[in-house]
């Protein structure tokens, strides 16, 4: 079983930032893309950046210039640098994973999630 743990959300004023982290545990071979997600109140759950083992990134054009995701793959760690905040940012943010379990067998994860919100 793998677990996905995320933190470093909060109450941050427009023009502020955050930086968000997920730290993947437990037993699994590697890790392949990873990706941030965020859902607002009464809203769809939505891609806000991804980030490909080799490192590769895409972003939301919503969060273009603004957010910059990264990741350690020695610490099976990934964050998402949020500047320059907008009270439209405001939403639980989750952390997926797509792992590799085994050779032959890869498995998506999400995380519990962490609350976002900017105070205009």
């Known amino acids: 079983q793998v677990e996905l743990v995320e933190s470093g959300g909060g109450l941050v004023q427009t023009g502020g930032s955050l930086r968000l982290s997920c730290a993947a545990s437990?037993?699994?071979?590697?890790?392949?893309?990873m990706g941030w997600y965020r859902q607002a109140a009464g809203k769809q759950r939505v891609l806000v950046a991804i980030?490909?083992?080799?490192?590769?990134?895409n972003y939301a054009d919503s969060v273009k210039g603004r957010f910059t995701i990264s990741r350690d793959n020695a610490i099976n760690t990934m964050y998402l640098q949020m500047n320059s905040l907008k009270p439209e940012d405001t939403a639980t943010y989750y952390c997926?994973?797509?792992?590799?379990?085994?050779?032959?067998?890869?498995?998506?994860?999400w995380g519990q999630g962490t609350q976002v919100t900017v105070s205009s």
């Open positions: 437990g037993r699994f071979a590697s890790l392949n893309a």
């Open positions: 980030v490909a083992s080799a490192g590769n990134t």
């Open positions: 997926n994973a797509n792992v590799q379990e085994t050779w032959s067998r890869r498995r998506g994860y």
